[in-house]
């Protein structure tokens, strides 16, 4: 069927954006519900399975690893599917299917790949940033994310330009202002990446927690990028068509893994996951960060804000408190539920439902003048900071304990002892080997 060649400044409906696309989401979900639970005895003939240790890890019998990778494999099969896909609008002289970026692929693989690894045989957190740098430079050699911040600076920058009497802005933008836009976007796709694949991994914590949050970020990039698309707002028809499929692709990946991975679950997506999933949600913020107009960047961020909020206090609440920034603890925002008498499903459903209010309060800022969508960020970042002093989750009285193998005599002793105001340390207790006898 043949494309429409419109005008970018004609308005389309709905329908027109997504019915080119929607197979994209049937192909993401049947490929991630057909091969999760095969994922499932793979991880068990092999031995990849995630051993409850009484501690951190609450679940009661071994759950088997690998969950990750067939949401993967779901969204790469979505973005195949795209390939063929007519885009909603043309342009002349563009072809008119749909194009990923490469480098998106090749960054995805490279987290997939360290979360596997990482599932298998444990690596340090440093080589997990490592490599997460490493995927968000491949994004910036194929130059996504590289003027994420121009719609940020420029209104800024005009403002100094007028105070100085420069008069306008000159078109093109000086090599100085340009290199600085540059330089700037670099490290905003360097922390974002970075960030949201920490985030997501954090999040982690409970079943069903992790995947049914992200499947309501999903939603509301794809609402964002409906939006987008209806409006011809993008820098082209492809940058529309890519965050559309990314936003499909994302989020029948996730549903087609949810019944599995929700309580009690059968199956974990592990690190492979949960850095996966945060690794799609940053490109999916970058890419929309690259728009004319700040608010779709605000917008997206807001949407993935429960991720950020639990991150940063915990990361705020070890620094107060002199721990090491990546000591495991439980005293993350669904921990802290579960230790006031929330059961982990109703724990699960509250975070569904405060994902759900970040991600109206993010369509929201859509409808709205930027000045009201920045006023609006603040005033409920400041709230949640309040709530989260008032309801401890700053300052901890830490209970510090040791790992033990299941084996060990006093292993199997559950460690929920803590209150809700408690954190509870977990520090390895490998005794040191033996001195080799010296020869007389």
């Known amino acids: 069927m043949p494309f429409p060649i419109l005008a970018q400044s004609e308005a389309f409906t709905v329908d027109q954006v997504l019915s080119p696309y929607v197979y994209v989401f049937y192909a993401a979900f049947a490929v991630t519900f057909i091969l999760t639970p095969l994922m499932r005895l793979v991880a068990i003939h092999y031995g990849i399975i995630d051993e409850p240790d009484n501690l951190r890890k609450i679940h009661r019998t071994p759950v088997a690893y690998l969950g990750g990778v067939a949401v993967f494999m779901g969204w790469l099969a979505g973005l195949t599917v795209a390939q063929f896909a007519h885009m909603h609008r043309g342009e002349p002289g563009v072809r008119p299917h749909v194009v990923i970026n490469f480098s998106i692929v090749v960054g995805a693989c490279v987290i997939v790949i360290l979360g596997l690894w990482d599932d298998v045989r444990r690596i340090k957190p440093w080589m997990k940033i490592a490599g997460q740098v490493f995927a968000a430079l491949f994004l910036l050699t194929e130059g996504i994310g590289t003027e994420c911040t121009a719609p940020l600076l420029m209104p800024a920058i005009n403002r100094l330009y007028g105070w100085a009497g420069w008069g306008n802005i000159p078109d093109p933008l000086p090599a100085s202002i340009q290199w600085f836009i540059t330089l700037s ?23 069903g927690l992790c995947g049914g949050v992200t499947a309501i970020i999903a939603a509301g990039f794809l609402f964002v990028a409906t939006h987008l698309a209806t409006q011809g707002g993008g820098l082209s028809a492809n940058d529309d068509a890519v965050r559309v499929v990314l936003g499909l692709a994302l989020l029948g990946a996730v549903l087609g ?41 605000l917008a997206a961020m807001v949407m993935f804000a429960l991720p950020v909020l639990d991150t940063a206090l915990a990361f705020t609440r070890r620094w107060v408190n002199r721990r090491p920034l990546f000591s495991a603890d439980r005293h993350h ?48 970042f400041a709230y949640v900071i309040v709530a989260a002093y008032k309801m401890g989750m700053v300052h901890e009285r830490p209970r510090i304990v040791s790992r033990k193998e299941l084996g060990d005599v006093g292993a199997a002793r559950p460690a929920v002892e803590t209150d809700s105001t408690a954190v509870l340390e977990i520090r390895d207790d490998t005794p040191s080997p033996a001195p080799a006898p010296q020869s007389v």
């Open 333 to 380: 925002f669904h921990h802290q539920l579960v230790a006031r008498g929330f059961s982990v499903k109703q724990t699960v459903m509250i975070s569904y439902g405060l994902a759900i209010v970040f991600a109206l309060l993010g369509a929201l800022i859509v409808y709205s003048r930027t000045r009201y969508a920045v006023a609006l960020y603040l005033v409920i």
């Open 185 to 207: 976007s670099s490290a905003l796709v360097i922390m974002l990446v970075v960030g949201c694949c920490n985030a997501t991994n954090l999040l982690d914590g409970l079943d």
């Open 257 to 297: 893994f949810v019944p599995f991975n929700f309580n009690p679950a059968s199956i974990f997506m592990g690190d492979t996951g949960s850095m996966f999933l945060g690794f799609a949600c940053a490109t999916m913020i970058i890419i929309t960060g690259q728009n004319q107009h700040p608010k779709w960047f």
